[in-house]
């Protein structure tokens, strides 16, 4: 992911912030690969079956989510106060 980082002109930080930040799952180190291949991209997107959702409650949030059963809600507003007050007096 290093030379992922570097293609693109940024650190390895900011490709796994941007990452967790979207939602997606975690990979093992196997998958990994060393370059970023946009062909690539689609067929791994049809594996996960993950769809790029936006947030029902933020808007212009965009994240992964499961295509099946999968969450229309991101996990950014989940944390926040207004959700969790929403839940409780539910």
């Known amino acids: 992911m290093a030379d992922i980082a570097r293609d693109f002109g940024t650190t390895l930080s900011t490709i796994k912030s941007v990452a967790n930040r979207l939602q997606l799952e975690r990979r093992t180190q196997i998958e990994l690969v060393h370059h970023y291949d946009p062909d690539r991209a689609q ?3 049809e594996k996960l079956q993950i769809r790029f959702r936006e947030c029902n409650s933020i808007a212009n949030w965009w994240f ?3 295509i099946r059963n ?3 809600t991101s996990r950014r507003y989940k944390a926040t106060r ?7 007096t539910a």
């Open 64 to 66: 992964w989510s499961p």
């Open 82 to 88: 207004e959700y969790k007050d929403r839940i409780a």
């Open 43 to 45: 067929a791994n997107i």
């Open 70 to 72: 999968g969450s229309i």
